[in-house]
């Protein structure tokens, strides 16, 4: 049901496989496909039944708006009513590449469904040859959330796609590993504030942003961690407010493996490593299945005391533990653990968009080592 077309070994399907994707896109079929982020589910943005099957197919919440890929600067214009100054500095240094545009949306654009009702679109060029063949071979512009099932950690290998949405969906066309390995950063600028507003942390850190802006940049609460979205919604709803996160998406708990993940930080590695050692310990006498996830350095703290030893890139490079962490999360369903602790990684430049995914994928469950 779900037609596959596997890429060779330099991450190529060809030709012939991205015209049929394209194709498929038209008629309103959805097609996954790789970028430099993660793997997108694509469908015409313009067409209302087609959007309306990628929230289907992937069991997401109506409210919470999708992305919209353009694989040519022209078609921004048909998409956002005025694109001020400072967005069109940050297009110009950023696109192809990881960094999402909340701009106001032209009327009738694209589908009410993408924008879950908002006045602004969320437009981005992704930075990968095979998704900008697809968009320009497509025509059109195309409406992609990441390829999981709602809740899930988002693919960076076409095999996670499948695992997730094999038979519900046309095609996947795959492209090897991505890139970046998280999502892109989602902004907001041309405001009154004249600020440069960081919705989501990805692969542009916000001294990239502030580099190329040239003004000040923003990093809400929620995506630092201080606030709990999650908390936050249900306390609003119980005190019957509306609490309306800036990007929808951020009060939806994500990447979640199935048992229950605990964060651990603290002063030192080895403080932290003895606080994991000392949880896993008392899990095991329960009779959990235990799980780790660490940096390649510390792995050996863990060896023999963990059933899974999730390693995660190298503190040496944080981009691949950026990389690497969705499928690391993964890992942990497959080894069918039921407690896990995760350490904590440094929170600077990628790293900042690392942790905001591990803390949504622990339930912003986190202790302190002393
Ligand atoms: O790297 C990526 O951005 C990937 C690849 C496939 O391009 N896509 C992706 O899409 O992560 P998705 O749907 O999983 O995330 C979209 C995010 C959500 O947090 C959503 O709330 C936010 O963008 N968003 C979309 N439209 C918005 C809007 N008009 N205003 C504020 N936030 C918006
Ligand atoms: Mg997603």
Redesign the pocket.
Known sequence: MTKLWWADETGDPGQEAVQEAAGLLRKGELVAFP?E????LGADATCTEAVAGIYRAKGRPSD????V?ISDLSMLDGLALQVDPVSRRLAEAFWPG?L?L?LPVCPGAVSPLV??G?D???V?M?DHPVALALIAAAGCPVA????NRSGRP?PTLAEHVREDLEGRIAGILDGGATGVGL??T?V?AGGSDGRVHV??P?GVTPAQLAAAAGCAVDVAGEVRGGVDPVAADAAARAAELDFRP?????KYTHYAPKGQLTIVQGRSPEAVAARIVRELEQARAAGERTGVLAPEEHAHYYRGCADEVAVCGTLQDPGSTAQELFAALRRFDEAGTTVMLAEAFPEEGIGLAVMNRLRKAAGHRVLEAE
């Open positions: 970028t982020t993660v793997y997108g919470n708006p999708l992305i890929h990881p999402t909340v924008t879950a908002l602004t679109v969320a981005r992704p992609a959330p990441s390829a988002s999502e892109s989602v907001e919705l989501r990805g800036r990007s929808p998406g951020m």
